[in-house]
């Protein structure tokens, strides 16, 4: 086997657009990224997305296409004096064709780091492509959002990865040429399937399986060891990113939705990321705000639960979380409590919704009397059903409703209940 210098990750990188697996929304034939690219007029640009999805590959790609020399730091590591050297290449013989610098994980310059690359691309002696795997609108000072244009590169899916790995597969056979190299279908899929649409993780996995499969006659990789290799797959996940707000996002719509199977999907996918306090808020949120009053006991059973969870902690949590997560998405819905105080908040925000009644105003203090506060007050208790018709809203809004029963039947036997009493 020939001497192999650089990962295959390297290796396999594409060198033309075409090459590039995932990102057609972008750089698909007529899509904006690769127009703006054939232009040769290059703007400053944001490239925002996900882990191993192409963005430092495609600003090679740019650079080379441009004739431009391409500079690449990482904000992590890199700071504003390594900025200004990479200014001061410009006009020089190697940089003649102009500079590209790429800037990669840009949310870890400060605001005052950032600021320090504006003179450089407002005189347009740098172009800037900057990468970050968080939302830009976030953590990009707003100096550079403006002078920029974000392009998102997405999760690569399944088959493109697959695609990516047979290509891989080539290389690999030549690195092995004087053996027999073999790699199964299912291994290659489920490489692809398990490392979230990061194709560098999955080009490593694959070679890290073909040192394991190496053998006297030859190279095999079969599924047992992709399984191997894949045994703790690293989550796209971040509890300060946006991975970690989409997650608890899907988790809760999956809930509402009534979808059992998602939502476990997504509960497998925080307690993999041990993210248990994020769990147990969001789960008694969601009895409240989605579940609601079409079962009013959800939310104790959910407390319960998640009580439990943190007494227990991991891995023995994850039980009563799966049996709080099944309730939530099989119990009956309603939004009726969280439309309800919306619509009695927005009243009092933006409504002129005037005095309370002198009748329900506090009367067990000297001088209450003289005010005329609480003087008229029909006691319920003291009325047949404990009910007695008064009005208990402000003059200006005396006739607003803002609870509307949910079609749900505790919800409807309680309107029964009270159309009865109040008839």
């Known amino acids: 086997m020939a001497e192999v210098a650089a990962p295959l990750a390297d290796r396999i990188r594409p060198t033309t657009l075409d090459e590039v697996v995932g990102q057609q929304h972008i750089l698909g034939q007529g899509k904006l990224l690769r127009q703006v690219i054939a232009s040769g007029s290059l703007p400053n640009m944001i490239f925002y997305g996900p882990s191993g999805t192409g963005k430092t590959t495609v ?3 740019i650079a080379s296409s441009a ?59 740098i172009t800037l492509i900057a990468s970050t795997t968080e939302n830009p609108y976030f953590y990009v000072y707003n100096a550079i959002l403006s002078r920029s244009t974000v392009f998102e590169f997405k999760q690569v899916s399944a088959q493109d990865v697959n695609a990516a790995l047979l290509r891989a597969v080539d290389i690999l056979k030549e690195d092995y040429k004087n053996l027999e190299f073999k790699a199964d279908d299912d291994a290659l899929w489920h490489i692809a399937n398990v490392c ?26 079969t599924l ?16 300060d990113g946006d991975s970690h707000y989409d997650i608890l996002s899907a988790f809760q719509k999956s809930i509402r939705g009534s979808d059992p199977d998602a939502a476990l999907h997504y509960l497998a996918r925080l307690v993999a990321a041990g993210d248990l306090i994020s769990i147990c808020r969001r789960l008694l949120v969601m009895a409240a705000e989605d579940i609601g009053l079409a079962y009013p006991n959800a939310i104790t059973i959910v407390k319960s639960c998640t009580d439990a969870a943190k007494e227990l902690g991991f891995p023995e949590a994850q039980i009563p979380l799966a049996e709080a997560v099944i309730l939530l998405a099989t119990a009956p ?39 005329g506060n609480g003087q008229t007050y029909k006691y319920p208790h003291s009325y047949p059903n404990h009910y007695v018709k008064q009005q208990y809203l402000p003059d200006n809004i ?3 409703v803002y609870y509307e029963y949910g079609e749900n039947k505790t919800e409807q036997a309680a309107k029964e209940y009270w159309e009865k009493i109040k008839k």
């Open 398 to 400: 005396k006739d607003r």
């Open 196 to 221: 979230f649409g990061d194709v560098r993780k999955a080009l490593n996995m694959l070679e890290i399986c073909a040192l394991a499969g190496l053998g006297e006659k030859g190279v095999h990789i």
């Open 333 to 371: 819905k309603s939004n009726s409590a969280v439309c309800a105080i919306g619509a009695a908040l927005s009243d009092f925000e933006h409504t002129d919704t005037g005095d309370i009644p002198k009748h329900l105003k506090d009367s067990h203090y000297k001088g209450a009397a003289k005010l």
């Open 59 to 61: 600003a090679r790609i």
């Open 67 to 125: 004739g431009k020399k391409l500079y690449s730091l990482n904000a992590t590591t890199a700071s504003v004096s390594d900025v200004r050297r990479v200014a001061e290449s410009v006009g020089s013989i190697e940089a003649s064709g102009g500079v590209i610098l790429y800037l990669d994980e840009i949310q870890n310059f400060n605001k005052k780091q950032q600021q320090s690359l504006l003179e450089h691309i407002e005189n347009g002696n």
């Open 224 to 239: 047992d060891m992709a399984v191997s290799a894949s045994n703790r797959p690293a989550m796209r996940y971040d509890r």
